[in-house]
């Protein structure tokens, strides 16, 4: 099913690192220059203005990401795009952000996926975006939080289907494909309400990719996050110490590009992507993000770099605030 506009790139701008001081990519608190709202929101319409600029029309962001919805949603409509602009906007409900602007809380976000934080956040993300959003997820939905279960949840976001939204979910976590393919199983009077999946993919993490497959195949939009794993697929290398994977190294020098842009080319070669999302904190690693685009690798380029599961996510949950 179509969802970006024609001739739009498939490469989108999530704002998890834009939103809030502080967030787990390597590498993040070198990136922002003023932590405080007006830089960090300066920071971030610089950025959509240079995304929006090379092309981008999918734009990310959710209810836990600070200030990431009201961020975008300003941006919007200083740069006059309403709702009938040739662009889409993605938004996810079910964590509520509590870290009061400080990179040092001990919690930065909640998690609540319940009817009462679904009645809560869609009025919040509509006052903050300005409009609806084109895609609404339940973030980073997981078979423990009885979410996919929830008779409640699920026919509110049935209704939000009914109007237009296209609703769906967030996967995390090593047992992503169990929580994508019982959503692809649910049911509201006969009907499944979802038709968007945001997932983790790439080099590293590649589990879930037969049941993004599968969901692509029923016409759902599949969006992949963390396209270069926090900056483990970046110049940072796996542990923040420039110790880059050489299979990655040896194909960015080839092709004169730097290692994140070789990450994210391999996710826009997987044939059920239909968007990739940039994390990019800087307008300089977003050119650097943008140059996957003009790359052309074989779907299991960097096959050599795959971790299982387990190992990966618990490197990425060891990963500190910065």
Do not use: C
């Not at 919040?124 to 959003?133: F, K, S, W």
């Amino acid at each position: 099913m179509t969802f970006l506009p024609a001739e739009a790139p498939r490469l989108g701008l999530g704002l998890a690192a834009l939103g809030r001081p502080g967030y787990i990519n390597l590498g993040h608190g070198a990136d922002l220059a003023d932590r405080s709202v007006d830089g960090l929101r300066a920071q971030a319409w610089a950025v959509l203005d240079e995304a929006w600029a090379a092309g981008v029309r999918y734009f990310d962001t959710a209810r836990s990401y600070g200030l990431g919805e009201a961020f975008l949603g300003d941006w919007l409509t200083a740069r006059g795009l309403g709702p009938e602009a040739d662009m889409r906007v993605g938004s996810k409900w079910g964590y509520t952000y509590v870290a009061d602007w400080r990179v040092d809380a001990q919690t930065h976000e909640v998690k609540t996926h319940d009817l009462p934080t679904l009645t809560r956040q869609w009025p919040e993300t509509l006052a903050a975006l300005g409009r609806a959003p084109d895609a609404y997820l339940i973030h980073s939905a997981t078979l423990d939080s009885g979410v996919l279960e929830n008779a409640g949840v699920l026919g509110r976001l049935a209704e939000l289907a009914a109007s237009g939204v296209r609703v769906g979910l967030s996967t995390s976590g090593p047992a992503q494909a169990d929580t994508l393919r019982r959503a692809l199983a649910a049911q509201v009077d006969g009907v499944n309400p979802f038709s968007v999946v945001q997932a983790t993919w790439n080099a590293l993490e590649s589990s879930a990719g037969a049941a993004l497959a599968e969901a692509h195949a029923a016409g759902w939009t599949v969006v992949v996050k963390e396209g270069v794993a926090n900056g483990r697929l970046t110049a940072h290398g796996l542990t923040g110490q420039g110790d880059v994977p050489a299979p990655l190294a040896e194909l960015a020098h080839e092709h004169g590009v730097t290692p994140d842009a070789v990450a994210l080319a391999a996710v826009l070669a997987q044939p059920w992507a239909d968007v990739v999302l940039s994390g990019a904190s800087t307008t300089g690693q977003l050119a650097q993000n943008l140059a996957a685009l003009r790359l052309t690798l074989p779907a299991d380029a960097l096959r050599d770099l795959k971790q299982p599961p387990a190992q990966y996510w618990s490197a990425r949950s060891a990963l500190p605030w910065q």
